[in-house]
């Protein structure tokens, strides 16, 4: 098996900064935890490019297989996170690619 990479990205419904420290200090609490989450990165864009499409943040959680990711989706550590992006954004996209 390969591992498999989730991207999700969000466009936040106010105050961009704010609700993007606090999605990732809720990230960084819960989804660590997770057996199977080989790495997880988050944060706002840095590009110059100006590209986003209008999305303020993204996460992106590595899987060491598409069990793994299918594990996290239902797991109580990804619950919070779930949440809070389901309650604080405008838009999401998710994206799971398998290496």
Same mark, same amino acid.
């Given at each position: 098996m390969s591992g498999t990479t989730?991207?999700?990205l969000?466009?936040?419904d106010d105050d961009a900064a704010d609700r993007s420290a606090?999605?990732?200090a809720i990230v960084r609490e819960h989804l660590p935890r997770i057996d199977g989450v080989e790495?997880?990165?988050s944060g706002d864009s840095i590009s110059t490019e100006g590209l986003e $499409? $209008?999305?303020d943040?993204?996460?992106v959680v590595r899987f060491r297989d598409r069990a793994a990711l299918a594990g996290y989706l239902p797991h109580e550590?990804?619950?919070p996170v779930a949440a809070?992006?389901?309650g604080a954004s405008e838009r999401v996209v998710v994206f799971d690619v398998e290496d």
């Open positions: 989730h991207v999700v969000v466009a936040w606090q999605a990732d790495s997880v990165r $499409g $209008g999305f943040w993204m996460l550590e990804h619950q809070y992006i389901q």
